[in-house]
C-alpha cells in the first residue's frame, strides 16, 4: 500500500501554539518535508526570529538558533561564514524581514550569502496583536492603522520579493501562497527549489509566503484564504521573481 | 621572539589571530580602522578563517553571534558610537552564554562626539549596556604590548565562561606604535566550541535560545548568569599596583589614564611626594577587594578618568567611606599630559597636609 500520509521526521510531535487557520503549521511543515526529502535534517541549522513563530524551534527538530528581531540574515551570515558546510534558513515575518530587518536582509542577499530564507508575509505583526506591518495593504485596518492604511500618512505596502530580485548575489526568489491545496503544493517546490540553489551554493534564495493570520485579520480562516487570492495577491502577485539555474538552461 | 613596531589596533588583530580567531566582522568607525583592515588583509583570505565587512555594527555583532552559535572565535570592533549599536547583539550573546570579543576604541562622546581617545563608555561597558541583567568581562589595557595579551586572554576567557568580553581601550591606544612581541603562534588547526550548532548528526537537535514564557525560567537563567559571575570575580580580577607600599595618596585610573598617571607619579615622587597607582586591569570585576585592602593602611584616593567621573563610582562603592576620594576628569577627548595631572596630584598632596 501506498503511504499518503506521514509524519516528518524533522517535525517534532508537539502541538502547534498557532491560531487556528494560521499559515505557520502549514510552512513549517512543507519545510520539514523538504528537509526530509532532502535528507538535510543532520546539517541543518534553523534560525527562528521573534514574533508568532519565536516558538519554531519547539517543532523543528533540527538544530536551532533564535535570532534578534530582524537580525536573521546577519545570524545565518555568521553561521554559514563559520560553518560553510551546513545548510542555514532563517525563518522570518514580514515586520521581522521587512521592517527592522531590511538592512540585514538586502545585504545578506546582496553578498550573495548562500543562505535560505523563508519569509511569511501576513501583512500584519501577528505576535504583537495585529499592528501595521510594512507589508499591510492599502486601506487595511489595523490596530494601528483603525482608519485604514492611508498611504499619504503610512506609506505603502513593501514589495520584498521585487526588491531583492534586483540584486546581483540572490539566486532564487519566488512568492508562493499556502491558502489552498494547489498553492501549498507550489509552496513545497519552491523550498525544495530554495534549498537546492543553496546546495549548490549558487547564492541566497527565498520564499515569501503569503500566509492567513485570520486571528488579526478578524476573519475565519476560509475567509482569509479567500481574502489572499482576492486582495493580497494584487499587491503581491505569486510567481518566480528571479532564478539564476533558469538563465544557465536558457543560455 | 622578537618584538615588531606595530600600532595598538593592528596588534588586537595579528594577537586575534593568534589566538585562533576565525571569524571577524566589522563596520568601519574612526579610530579603530587599522583593526577592520589588518583583518581583511590577513583573515580574510586564511584557511577556514571569514571576514566581512558588515552593513552595520548591528549586523556586525549579529555576525559575531552566529559565528559563535556555530562554535568558532569570533570577534568584532568599534568605537563608541557604533558600541552603542552593537548592545542589541551583545545582551543576546550574553543571555545565550555565547563567547566572543568586542573591542572598543573608545571616542569622545555622547552623540558623534569626537574622534579624539576617551574613557566615557566605562558605564556603559561594566554594567552589561544593553537590556537586561548582565555582566561582561571588560578589560582596560594601557598599552600596545598588553593590547596584545590581553585580546589572547580574551578570547581564552570568553571560551572558559562563555560570555561575551569587551577589550575596551581608547583612540589613543588604537593609533599609538609601540614594540609589541606576540607570545603564541597562530594555531594550525582552529578549535570548535563543545555544545556549538553544527547540524543534529548523531546527537539530538539542539536550541540556542533566550526567549520563555516562563518568567521562573528566566529567573533562573538570571541567577545561574550571576552565579557564574560570582566565580568569575573570584577567579579572574587583575589589577596593578605602582609604589603603592609607602604611599600617602594612592591614584586609581585604568588604561591610557594610568599610563599618563604613572609618569606624573614618577615625576612627583622624585620631587620626594610619596604618591602611588592602583591600576585596575578588569574592570568589570572590578578589584574592589583590593581596594577595601589598601584603605586600611592608605586613606587619601583620587581618581584619574577621561571622563565626568564614571570609575569612580566603583571606586567609592568599593572603598565604602573607608578613605576619602577625590576626582579629576577630562572629558570630550581631551588627553591631559602627566604634568597637568602632576599638578592635580601635588595640589590634593599639599592641600591634605600628606608630607
Known amino acids: 500500500m501506498k503511504a499518503v500520509y506521514k509524519y516528518p521526521k524533522s517535525l517534532k510531535r508537539a502541538p502547534f501554539h498557532y491560531c487556528p487557520g494560521c499559515g505557520h503549521s502549514v510552512a513549517h511543515r512543507l519545510t520539514c518535508e523538504v528537509i526530509d526529502e532532502m535528507g538535510l535534517q543532520e546539517r541543518v541549522i534553523g534560525i527562528p526570529p521573534p514574533g508568532c513563530s519565536v516558538f519554531a524551534y519547539n517543532y523543528f527538530d533540527v538544530d536551532m538558533a533564535e535570532s534578534a528581531h530582524g537580525r536573521g540574515a546577519a545570524v545565518a551570515t555568521g553561521i554559514k561564514r563559520a560553518y560553510p558546510e551546513s545548510v542555514v534558513f532563517t525563518y522570518q515575518g514580514d515586520g521581522d524581514l521587512a521592517g527592522i530587518g531590511t538592512a540585514e536582509t538586502i545585504h545578506a542577499a546582496n553578498r550573495g550569502e548562500n543562505i535560505t530564507t523563508i519569509f511569511i508575509n501576513n501583512a500584519v505583526y501577528g505576535m504583537t496583536g495585529g499592528q501595521m506591518a510594512p507589508t499591510t495593504l492599502r486601506g487595511m485596518k489595523t490596530t494601528t492603522t483603525p482608519y485604514g492604511r492611508d498611504h499619504i500618512l503610512e506609506g505603502h505596502p513593501i514589495r520584498m520579493s521585487e526588491i531583492l530580485a534586483l540584486l546581483d548575489g540572490v539566486a532564487y526568489i519566488e512568492r508562493v501562497a499556502v491558502n489552498s491545496p494547489a498553492n501549498i503544493r507550489k509552496a513545497k517546490k519552491a523550498i525544495a527549489k530554495a534549498f537546492q540553489v543553496q546546495l549548490d551554493g549558487s547564492g541566497f534564495s527565498m520564499v515569501e509566503i503569503l500566509s492567513p493570520c485570520p486571528t488579526n485579520w478578524k476573519m475565519t480562516p476560509i475567509k482569509s484564504w479567500q481574502w489572499i487570492d482576492e486582495e493580497m495577491t494584487k499587491v503581491f502577485p505569486l510567481g518566480v521573481y528571479k532564478d539564476v539555474t533558469e538563465k544557465k538552461v536558457a543560455d | 621572539m622578537t618584538k615588531v613596531l606595530m600600532d595598538g589596533n593592528s596588534a588586537i588583530a595579528e594577537a586575534a589571530i593568534r589566538a585562533g580567531c576565525q571569524c571577524y566582522f566589522g563596520y568601519p568607525i574612526t579610530p579603530q580602522n587599522e583593526l577592520t583592515e589588518y583583518m581583511a588583509l590577513n583573515l580574510s583570505?586564511?584557511?577556514?578563517?571569514?571576514?566581512?565587512?558588515?552593513?552595520?555594527?548591528?549586523?556586525?555583532?549579529?555576525?559575531?553571534?552566529?559565528?559563535?552559535?556555530?562554535?568558532?572565535?569570533?570577534?568584532?570592533?568599534?568605537?563608541?558610537?557604533?558600541?552603542?549599536?552593537?548592545?542589541?547583539?551583545?545582551?543576546?550573546?550574553?543571555?545565550?552564554?555565547?563567547?566572543?570579543?568586542?573591542?572598543?576604541?573608545?571616542?569622545?562622546?555622547?552623540g558623534l562626539g569626537s574622534i579624539s581617545a576617551a574613557q566615557s563608555d566605562y558605564f556603559q561597558a561594566t554594567r552589561g549596556g544593553g537590556h537586561g541583567d548582565y555582566r561582561t568581562i571588560v578589560l582596560g589595557p594601557s598599552s600596545v604590548q598588553e593590547l596584545a595579551d590581553m585580546t589572547m586572554r580574551a578570547f581564552d576567557l570568553a571560551d572558559k565562561y562563555k560570555i561575551p568580553v569587551i577589550i575596551l581601550g581608547d583612540g589613543v591606544l588604537g593609533q599609538m606604535k609601540e614594540p609589541v612581541e606576540f607570545k603564541r603562534e597562530a594555531p594550525t588547526v582552529l578549535a570548535v566550541r563543545e555544545g556549538s550548532l553544527r547540524g543534529a548528526k548523531g546527537r539530538p537537535s539542539r536550541i540556542i535560545k533566550t526567549f520563555t514564557s516562563n518568567p521562573s525560567e528566566l529567573e533562573e537563567i538570571n541567577w545561574s548568569l550571576f552565579r557564574r559571575y560570582t566565580l568569575i570575580k573570584k577567579e579572574e580580577t587583575t589589577f596593578e599596583t605602582f609604589l603603592t607600599e609607602d604611599a600617602r595618596l594612592v591614584v586609581v585610573a585604568f588604561g591610557i589614564a594610568a599610563r599618563i598617571a604613572k609618569g606624573a607619579i614618577k615625576n612627583l615622587r622624585a620631587e620626594g611626594l610619596k604618591v602611588g597607582l592602583m591600576r585596575p586591569i578588569t574592570l568589570w570585576p572590578f578589584p574592589d577587594e583590593p581596594l577595601k585592602e589598601m584603605a586600611k593602611t592608605i586613606k587619601q584616593y583620587l581618581v584619574f578618568e577621561m571622563n565626568m567621573g564614571q570609575m569612580l563610582e566603583d571606586v567609592q562603592l568599593a572603598l565604602a567611606g573607608q578613605g576619602e576620594v577625590a576626582f579629576y576628569g577630562r572629558p570630550g577627548g581631551v588627553i591631559p599630559n602627566p604634568s597637568e595631572v602632576a599638578r592635580v596630584i601635588a595640589r590634593l598632596y599639599y592641600q591634605k597636609g600628606l608630607k
Open chain 2, 45 to 110: 583570505r586564511r584557511k577556514g578563517c571569514a571576514f566581512v565587512q558588515a552593513e552595520s555594527e548591528v549586523a556586525a555583532i549579529n555576525m559575531v553571534y552566529g559565528a559563535s552559535v556555530a562554535g568558532a572565535r569570533a570577534m568584532t570592533s568599534s568605537s563608541s558610537p557604533g558600541i552603542s549599536l552593537k548592545q542589541e547583539g551583545i545582551s543576546y550573546l550574553a543571555a545565550c552564554e555565547l563567547p566572543a570579543v568586542i573591542v572598543n576604541m573608545q571616542r569622545g562622546g555622547p
